[in-house]
């Protein structure tokens, strides 16, 4: 089969890499879920499950994901395909948890971007009323709409410019920003009155909370904060020299994607108790507490709404142009599409499904796709819950089991000019440890969640993929 003969796409240069990778980890993952799940399953012990997770789990994975994006030098689907055939599916399933994920998160983005505007246009002058509103803005039909599209708009012009005029570019300036204004935040939130409550919960663990589904949903957070599972890092990867060093770049973007959440942490859970609130109220807990928090600081609090609502915006833009990525480099690599004819075809699905997953908070609120659930909830729950923890442990399978060891070798000290003196504790738990926690965690997750039969229907899809995704 010929690939076409244009030069592949590569990335500018390393603090450019590093910024678009800790970009596409950094997002609404962080900032928006992390506090939210944090509060709903009791705080410091749901923190520290997760923290094991990225590290013992989600590190080694993104350097295996690093190390075949970039042996094979293609995306995901084709980057299987050409190792074997029989996991062609991986690839297969990334591309369609690309869209799966896509299909909610430009609607979050949306909010983000419409709380900035309405963080000055009088939303914080009615504290009682801002539960309420955000209740009433996100079910109605139009106005979230647009958001969303607006935000999808900004995705696709920016991927339709390439690794590294479009993504590179926008990661280095919004990056930096972000880590500002949160860390501005954070101080603001720890030196209010009260505010010990907050740190207390985020650092003193109770486990009487924890059960099965405490653990899936702290895996599935740790993949999806990382963006690992569905071939992201390992597409960012392949567009990576064969200088750079991989596990010290994936330890770096590890780091920078945990410190980010857990200043977002620091940034909510003061200022919430400090303010006599309620953690677990879910997935409005940014959109709701944070206002509120603000509402009661005068104008300073308006300034900062703003501040904080740009970083979740930016924070969610890095994130979800590597998503849409993912989609485009497969039509570019293994349709040999032109970039931007990709791109707008990828766009323009996602602008369907994310319609649906909009009007699915409002007036298709009632219109239950499968099980109970309705767009939005379907595509985060099986994506989050079920896609990339089983797509992590198959290419954990993969690099262990399937890999020649002395290729893996060969690539993560780049042919043995650069150290990895870990090598073989990565090579061991990556083809024993994570395979068989993640089945754990998995069976445990399953039986204790309330959705099992959307998990089953997941696990159903993806044997069917792993069928008849062969003969691609
Ligand atoms: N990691 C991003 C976040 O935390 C979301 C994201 C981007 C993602 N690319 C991904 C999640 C790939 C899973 C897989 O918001």
Request: proline letters at 2%.
């Amino acid at each position: 089969m010929e690939k076409s003969q244009v030069k592949r796409e590569s990335w500018g240069s390393r603090i450019g890499f590093i910024l678009a990778a800790a970009g596409s980890a950094v997002g609404l993952g962080n900032i928006w879920r992390f506090p939210y799940l944090t509060g709903t399953n009791g705080g410091g012990a749901f923190i520290l499950i997760y923290l094991f997770f990225i590290l013992g789990v989600g590190l080694s994975i993104m350097i295996a994901e690093f190390a075949v994006g970039r042996r094979a030098n293609l995306a995901a689907v084709g980057a299987f395909k050409k190792f074997d055939k029989r996991f062609t599916f991986i690839g297969v399933l990334g591309v369609l948890s690309a869209f799966f994920i896509m299909g909610f998160y430009p609607v979050v983005g949306g909010w983000a971007l419409a709380y900035v505007f309405k963080s000055v246009t009088g939303l914080l002058s009615n504290q009682a009323a801002i539960g309420d509103a955000f209740g009433a803005f996100i079910s109605g039909s139009y106005e979230p709409l647009i958001w969303m599209l607006i935000y999808l708009f900004a995705n696709i012009v920016i991927v339709a410019r390439g690794v590294q005029g479009g993504i590179e570019k926008a990661s280095k300036i919004m990056m930096p920003m972000l880590y500002v204004l949160l860390i501005i935040i954070a101080i603001r939130s720890i030196t209010l009155p009260g505010a010990g409550a907050g740190l207390e919960f985020i650092l003193k663990p109770d486990f009487s909370q924890v059960t099965g589904s405490t653990f899936l949903a702290a895996l599935g957070q740790a993949f999806f904060s990382l963006s690992l599972g569905m071939g992201c890092m390992l597409t960012y990867g392949s567009y990576l020299s064969k200088e750079e060093n991989l596990q010290k770049n994936a330890l770096i973007v590890t780091l920078m994607d945990t410190s980010v959440a857990l200043l977002a942490a620091i940034a909510i859970f003061p200022a919430l108790f400090a303010f006599g609130m309620e953690p677990a109220v879910g997935p409005g807990l940014v959109f709701v507490v944070v206002p509120s928090v603000f509402a009661q600081m005068g104008g300073l609090g308006v300034i900062l709404s703003v501040i904080f609502f740009v970083a979740l915006t930016l924070a969610a833009l890095t994130s979800s142009v590597s998503l849409l990525e993912v989609v485009t480099a497969y039509l570019i690599d293994e349709r040999r599409m032109e970039r931007k004819k990709a791109t707008y075809l990828a766009g323009g699905i996602m602008v369907i499904t994310g319609t649906l997953s909009s009007l699915s908070m409002g007036v298709l609120s009632d219109f239950n796709i499968l099980f109970g659930v309705g767009f939005f909830d379907f595509f985060d729950i099986l994506t989050d819950k079920i896609f990339l923890a089983i797509g992590g442990m198959v290419i954990a399978i993969f690099v262990g089991w399937f890999m020649k060891k002395e290729d893996l070798k060969d690539e993560l000290t780049n042919s043995g000019t650069v150290e990895f003196g870990l090598f073989e504790v990565w090579y061991a738990v990556t083809k024993y440890i994570i395979p068989l926690a993640i089945g754990a965690v998995a069976v445990a997750g399953i039986l204790s969640i309330e959705q099992t039969a959307l998990m089953i229907f997941g696990i159903v899809l993806i044997a069917v993929l792993a069928i008849f995704s062969k003969k691609l």
